[in-house]
């Protein structure tokens, strides 16, 4: 089967910014300022100890997200966490770590996919992104977003855009112009025209935003 580009691939990285920035003067700008999206290659601890670090990371500031990951890592003595490590700590250790209640829940839903064999984290990177999509939404407390950030900066996945997050909305705002966020729906609407690009203009409009790439250290 022949491999799937990645944005991990400097090349593909520059061809598909390279695109965008023929193709709209919105990404012609962006493409001057920050040129191809950068990619760091999946992390220690596979795909299973990412998902963990995305659903962490859901809805809070980095710091306070990166306190909780480091006190989680601490409390498995340093070692990427695994499905039966985090049934040991159960709820009550994830609370422990600061893990929030609905994210306790959403993680030990996680492993509980994985130790039935539901959910295979490993084989992931072999389906179509709306097949990761679908398998990943159908574990109570990961949703689109989650299932986005993993295929975007674990997998390196190209063509991924989730217009529900504040900061590409702001971005796009920002770029146009105009104080109030774009809504999900206009954002969408507009980065239809970059597929099967999005992931780079994705990784743009986060660096324009603050400079913070969710899916890196």
Known sequence: MTARPT?????RARRDAARLARRDPLCRRLADLYGPARLRPRRPGG????????????????????AIH????????????DAASLLRLGESGLRECGVSRPKARALLALAEA??????????????SDEEIERRLVAIPGIGPWSAAIFMLFHLGRRDVFPATDLGLRAAAAMLAGEKEPWSPARLASRAEAWRPCR????????????????GLR
Do not use: N
């Open 7 to 11: 944005l991990f691939d400097p090349e």
């Open 199 to 214: 992931s780079t203009a994705a990784w743009w409009l986060w660096r324009h935003r603050s400079g913070t790439i969710p």
């Open 114 to 127: 994985v130790a039935s064999g539901e959910l295979r984290p490993r084989g992931l990177a072999r389906l």
């Open 47 to 66: 795909a299973f100890a990412y998902l963990v670090r995305v659903v962490l990371y859901q809805q809070l500031a980095l710091p306070a997200a990166a």
């Open 70 to 81: 480091e006190r989680l890592a601490a409390r498995l003595g340093g070692r990427p966490p």
